[in-house]
């Protein structure tokens, strides 16, 4: 496979950019490899640097749920281009944005919009010690909430009352403040509350979990969740980064029924520009600067391309509601890959929702990060390689999930199917 366009640049890129990426995963060290870079988008595919066209199942991490340079989106960008960038005041789009996020997510009364993932979770877990007036918060094992330093913390030794750094330079102090439980598990959760009473200011998961793999919770678990965090005083917050808009239109809490206190928000809402928003019960919004004492802020929030981006994107979810569509393709997806495990004999998870997937080779049934661990790397390495061999782009690492898109039609699954079934035939 010529990746000689791709090598270069990536030698390029290693001698001034740290990995010579701008977030690590894309750096292909879990399945090893040089990345490819990529020149353009379109639909579902990739153009990689060496002219190689790519079936892709990332969909940039998410968001190009209607696959990339979609005609309407790059339309409604230009047409916002034409009266400016960003303006630093309040622009209409903003407007627009926060009525359709309302529209769409009925447990979010009030809406603050950021610029990414990370600011929106940060933010939620600021507003909840503010609101709450105490300094603990809960997380779950495998969950990702962005890279702000209360969320980069693994289980410390003190498991039910506090965490330990997860990353160079984040203080112990700041670890002391977030305990990390495994997730689907209600006893720890029921034990975490116990170890501190009256201290948890709020509970953060992903309640379809996306970053350990793609993993479902527990029938009843989320209620569970939300029944004792409302016993407790604690602000139950949703990050459906991911989720949001994608496994329905109301993200999750519309599928399971659950209304969290906060919600956090991303990806889709940009249409593939940088975007956030953390949203959720006015009584708690309203604590938000300028209106309260708890400041948030940031230059390019609302920004007026990427909200232009984002609701021509939210109104196309809302004419096409395509969601039945992207379940079945996914379990086609699913489907193949099963069949190509049991015809080969090799134990493999293929866990699905919608436009959600991931593959774990393993014969234990994936429902927390250390099941998911027991998925064999390596083989997902050489799986992942002999896909992308073959022209499909699969997320390179086996903790992270895989997304679906409008944009794939049957012939790209078809094609997709066929090559799952060849990769997994030659491990
Ligand atoms: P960003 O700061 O990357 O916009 O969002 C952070 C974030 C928050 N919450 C959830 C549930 C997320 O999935 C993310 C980011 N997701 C990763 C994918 N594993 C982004 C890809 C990357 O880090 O390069």
């Excluded at 519309?254 to 209304?259: A, D, G, P």
């Excluded at 956090?264 to 600067?289: E, N």
Aim: charged share 20%; hydrophobic share 40%.
């Amino acid at each position: 496979m010529n990746q000689n366009q791709s090598e270069a640049l990536f030698a390029r890129a290693r001698q001034l950019i740290p990995g010579g990426v701008n977030s690590p995963v894309r750096a292909f060290r879990s399945v090893g490899g040089t990345p490819f870079f990529v020149k353009a988008a379109r639909g579902a595919m990739l153009i990689t640097a060496d002219d190689r066209e790519l079936i892709d199942f990332v969909c940039t991490w998410g968001p190009a749920i209607h696959g990339h340079n979609h005609p309407r989106i790059k339309a409604a960008i230009a047409t916002a281009l034409e009266h400016g960038t960003s303006f630093g005041t309040p622009n209409p789009y903003e407007v627009e944005m926060a009525e359709l996020i309302v529209k769409f997510v009925p447990s979010i009364q009030k809406v603050r919009m950021c610029n990414s993932g990370t600011e929106a979770t940060m933010s939620a877990i600021r507003l909840a010690r503010g609101f709450t007036k105490r300094d603990k918060i809960i997380k779950f094992a495998g969950c990702y909430h962005g890279h702000s330093d209360s969320l980069l913390i693994k289980a410390g030794s003190g498991a039910l009352t506090h965490g330990n750094p997860d990353s160079a330079g984040v203080p112990a102090s700041f670890a002391r403040e977030t305990v990390v439980l495994p997730y689907n598990d209600r006893a720890a959760l029921e034990a975490a509350f116990a170890a501190n009473p009256n201290q948890i200011a709020c509970v953060i998961l992903e309640p379809y979990c996306g970053n350990v793999g793609f993993i479902m919770p527990d029938p009843g678990y989320l209620q569970y969740v939300r029944e004792i965090t409302a016993k407790h005083g604690t602000v139950l917050i949703f990050d459906e980064v991911m989720t949001g808009f994608r496994i329905a239109k109301g993200g999750v809490q519309e599928r399971e029924k659950i209304t969290p206190d906060l919600t956090c928000l991303g990806k889709i809402i940009g249409g593939g520009l940088p975007v956030g928003a953390f949203g959720g019960r006015a009584d708690i919004m309203d604590l938000i600067a300028p209106l309260g004492p708890v400041y948030q802020a940031g230059t390019l929030s609302g920004n007026p391309l990427a909200m232009a981006a984002g609701i021509a994107g939210l109104r196309m979810l809302e004419e096409l509601n395509p969601y039945a569509r992207l379940d079945q393709l996914g379990r086609q997806l699913r489907d193949a890959v099963l069949a190509a495990g049991r015809a080969k004999g090799i134990p493999v998870q293929v866990p699905q929702c919608g436009s959600m997937f991931s593959i774990f080779f393993t014969a234990t049934p994936v429902r927390d990060y250390d099941t998911a661990l027991k998925g064999d790397a390596k083989l997902f390495g050489r799986f992942f390689h002999a896909c992308l061999e073959r022209g499909v782009y699969l997320a390179p690492s086996a903790y992270e999930a895989g997304f679906l898109s409008t944009a794939h039609d049957g012939a790209a699954i078809d094609r997709a199917c066929q090559v799952f079934e060849e990769a997994v035939r030659g491990l």
